[in-house]
Nanobody, 124 residues
Framework: QVQLRESGGGSVQPGGSLRISCTVF????????MAWYRQPPGREPEVWER????????????TYADIVKGRFDFSADTTKNILYLQMNSLEPDDPAVYYC?????????????WGQGTQVTVSS
């Protein structure tokens, strides 16, 4: 089992910035993909209700959801095994619980690991 721990959530005004982090208690190089998801308020607390925000695959190519493209930046510090999501120009549609996620294949099985989530609120 791999543990992930998000931090850095909070409340910010519209147009503001926030950086959230995810400490992965394993080597990032061991994973085939790393991602940030979010679950907006009002959704059922199920994994399939989470929206993909940004993902980096084993080729280290990062893709972003259209709604955050140009505003959010996903980075990873492989020396510290920490994922970051820099969120700029936050909008009223961005509030959510943000989750980090890493996946890898092992013996023909896709293993998926999630953090516990960190709350981001956008409010004036």
């Amino acid at each position: 089992q791999v543990q992930l721990r998000e931090s850095g959530g909070g409340s910010v005004q519209p147009g503001g910035s926030l950086r959230i982090s995810c400490t992965v208690f394993a080597k990032l190089d061991d994973f085939d993909s790393m991602a940030w998801y979010r679950q907006p308020p009002g959704r059922e607390p199920e994994v399939w209700e989470r929206e993909l925000v940004a993902e980096t695959t084993s080729g280290r190519r990062t893709t972003y959801a259209d709604i955050v493209k140009g505003r959010f930046d996903f980075s990873a510090d492989t020396t510290k095994n920490i994922l970051y999501l820099q969120m700029n120009s936050l909008e009223p549609d961005d509030p959510a619980v943000y989750y980090c996620n890493v996946t890898r294949w092992s013996q023909g099985r896709r293993l998926v690991y999630w953090g516990q989530g960190t709350q981001v609120t956008v409010s004036s």
